[in-house]
């Protein structure tokens, strides 16, 4: 009773729905680069976190070494704990590791970019980042720098 | 002056009655959906009327939208030297708002109305009768086998027309403007969020695909079951659904991205 | 023990009476006529009878069960013995003569697809349409139309089957085939038909028994020939299609020379 062409156009539907998916996942947008292996956390306190969102990225050199995870406040130093998680294949990223947060490009998005230190221990699981350089607030610089122009000028 | 209060005040209730029927008649059809699952051969072939009749004008619009994306944003983004970003505002454009809305909006000038004009067609020529006189439910045989169609081809159409979008985007982007390929795609991948962005406008069409077919069976089953009756439910599918689409996107978008 | 009996029977549109009290029973076995002028509510009362429409008061009960008292399966199984021809014949547009005749087997039972062929070719058959089975709805006249819904409303062998207008709109000669159908299908299949129409002739040949309707109300009742001997004018004037008499040909309002000679400017 039921056409079976019915049924092939229907299946080759269907099919291409579920492939056209598949593309917006894959190669549209980042779900590649979301299956994170098993990671490690560290903390960082920063002074101002200036736009930065959970899941910006995390990078040492340019290399994208893991991700924004969590973003609170901390009660007694009134600074941002920002916890990153690391994946578990950059294990061994040095204790006295700096981290910035820097702009991708003037308008872009921020992200933490961190430098690598010197020391021979690694971080760990639960480790804190003491050294933190914070987010540069437009407003801020522009101000400092009005301010320095004015004080040069008289 | 009397008069105008009245009959706004029967506009209201009629108003109120239509959707409460419109309610108990989608919960008669979800009733009916379950046991489809064993005979799927009857949604099988409304997938076809539905979905697989609207593949071409999704595919061919998708096409277009993408590459009239590609030109306008190349045009702005050139201003501020952010070319390279075309990617990503193609893709986000398509993905979160334009595949879903727009994909809607054809399915319910394609497909909504043609559900309407049939169930209207089937009223007015007695047969949703006669099947009730043949002890066959109508709504279980004719009505939930077309929702379940319309709810499934929905987003699987948006997401073909995302996809069409960001090629056509990608072809006037690369082939015509010259814009590098690795920096469209890799930009594109960076911005564009598989939770946040994608699957968002997978459910915003889900939710479209829900609501469009719901008022294009219940435009028909309610029409008054004249040629004029079955012309008028029709329209009404058509602009009802605009309206249902716009709406709830604007809600649905200030729920997904309403918050940083 | 009559098959359908309809007590008090109220049934309103809007603040219009359809029924205003009606009594009815319909004898098992035989062929029951519902007659009376357009628009006195003689589909409706099929549709109350087929639990599509609920009463606004009184009862109406087939083979024993209180119809709008049934649950929602009861009803459906009841509707399994029951056949209805509509005066459109209601066929689904988008299956072949075939299909819709084989519809309520296959909806409605599990037989393997050769007894579905085999059965609903004899149907086709017994209305003279088995070499009709390939051709769509829309292939077909009204005539035949009806002949194939006819054919679907007996393919589960139904205890009734109830005919809405079914000569309405015919040429003489499908009427005539139609006429005879309807007398062979009662008797070879035992069927209790009830016939709904204003068209005399035909129904009078056929029918057994004869209720006749208008305003709400049983006006008449009995056999052909008793309703032709009537004394009733309303029915002598319905019987043999008089344009005037106790139904005017006037639509009832001012008179001629009030509304020529009066000053009032309608409007």
Redesign the interface.
């Given at each position: 009773?039921h056409n079976k062409n019915t049924e092939i156009t229907v299946g080759m539907f269907v099919a291409a729905g579920i492939v056209a998916l598949f593309i917006l996942a894959m190669k549209v947008s980042n779900l590649a680069d979301l299956n994170d292996e098993e990671g490690y956390r560290v903390v960082a306190e920063f002074e101002n976190i200036g736009g930065l969102k959970v899941r910006s990225p995390v990078t040492l050199a340019g290399v994208r070494v893991g991700r924004v995870e969590a973003i609170d406040l901390n009660s007694q130093t009134y600074n941002a704990d920002v916890t990153l998680n690391l994946y578990g294949s950059y294990n061994q990223i040095p204790t006295d590791t700096a981290a910035s947060i820097y702009t991708a490009g003037l308008l872009g998005e921020q992200y933490i970019g961190l430098e690598a230190g010197a020391e021979d221990e690694f971080l760990q699981d639960g480790d804190v980042i003491d050294l933190t350089q914070p987010a540069l607030v437009l407003e801020q610089v522009i101000g400092q720098f009005l301010f320095s122009k004015a004080e040069g000028d008289e | 002056m009397i008069d105008t209060i009245r009959s706004l005040g029967r506009w209201g209730l009629d108003s109120f009655e239509r959707l409460g029927r419109g309610h108990i008649f989608l919960l008669h059809t979800l009733q009916g959906v379950p046991e489809l699952f064993l005979r799927f051969s009857l949604v099988i072939q409304q997938l076809f009327s539905v979905g697989v009749l609207s593949v071409l004008l999704i595919l061919i619009s998708g096409l277009f939208v993408g590459m009239v994306l590609g030109l306008q944003g190349y045009n702005t983004l050139v201003d501020f030297g952010a070319e390279e970003s075309l990617g990503v505002l193609v893709s986000l454009s398509l993905v979160r708002e334009l595949g879903p809305v727009v994909s809607a909006l054809l399915f319910a000038g394609r497909a909504g109305s043609a559900l309407t004009a049939e169930i209207g067609?089937?009223k007015s020529?007695?047969?949703l009768?006669?099947?009730?006189?043949?002890?066959?439910?109508p709504m279980r045989?004719v009505i939930a086998p077309r929702f379940l169609a319309g709810l499934i081809s929905m987003p699987l159409l948006a997401a073909l027309f995302s996809a069409m979008g960001i090629f056509g985007g990608f072809l006037v982007g690369h082939s015509l403007l010259g814009i590098d390929d690795g920096a469209f795609w890799s930009q594109m991948q960076v911005k564009t969020d598989w939770y946040d962005d994608v699957l968002n406008g997978v459910i915003k069409s889900i939710v479209f695909g829900f609501v469009c077919t719901w008022i294009a069976l219940f435009e028909g089953y309610d029409a008054t079951p004249t040629s004029e009756g079955v012309g008028r439910a029709t329209t009404r599918t058509v602009v009802h659904s605009a309206f249902a689409i716009l709406g709830l996107d604007f809600v649905l978008t200030a729920l997904m991205f309403g918050e940083g | 023990m009559p098959l359908i009996k309809i007590r008090d029977l109220h049934f309103y549109r809007g603040s219009r009476a359809i029924f205003d009290g009606v009594n009815i029973d319909i004898d098992r076995g035989k062929i029951t006529a519902i007659m009376g002028p357009s628009g006195t509510g003689k589909t409706t009362l099929l549709?109350l009878i087929?639990g599509?429409l609920r009463p606004d008061r009184g009862t109406i009960e087939v083979d024993g069960q209180d119809v709008h008292k049934l649950s929602h399966s009861d009803l459906?199984?009841l509707?399994?013995r029951?056949?209805?021809l509509?005066?459109?014949g209601?066929?689904?547009?988008d299956l072949s003569v075939f299909?819709n005749v084989a519809?309520?087997l296959?909806?409605?039972t599990k037989l393997p697809e050769s007894l579905i062929r085999d059965l609903v070719l004899m149907k086709l058959q017994s209305v003279g349409l088995r070499n009709a089975h390939n051709l769509m709805p829309s292939e077909l006249s009204g005539g035949m139309a009806r002949r194939v819904?006819l054919a679907?409303a007996v393919t589960?062998d139904p205890m009734m089957i109830m005919y809405d207008e079914p000569f309405t709109g015919q040429d003489p000669i499908s009427m005539g085939t139609l006429v005879n159908l309807i007398h062979k299908m009662n008797d070879a299949m035992k069927l209790t038909s009830v016939i709904v129409s204003h068209d005399v002739a035909e129904t009078a040949e056929i029918a057994d028994y004869i209720y006749l309707l208008s305003a709400g109300k049983v006006i008449e009742k009995g056999s052909p020939v008793q309703l032709k001997r009537s004394s009733s004018q309303w029915v002598q004037q319905f019987m043999q299609g008089l344009p005037d008499g106790p139904v005017p040909f006037h639509f009832p309002g001012d008179s001629l020379e009030d509304d020529l000679f009066s000053q009032k400017v309608s409007g």
């Open positions: 009773m | 067609l089937m020529t007695e047969q009768s006669g099947m009730e006189m043949m002890a066959v439910d045989r | 549709r087929g599509q459906y199984d509707r399994k029951m056949g209805m509509f005066q459109s209601a066929l689904l547009t299909d519809f309520p296959r909806e409605h819904a679907r589960l």
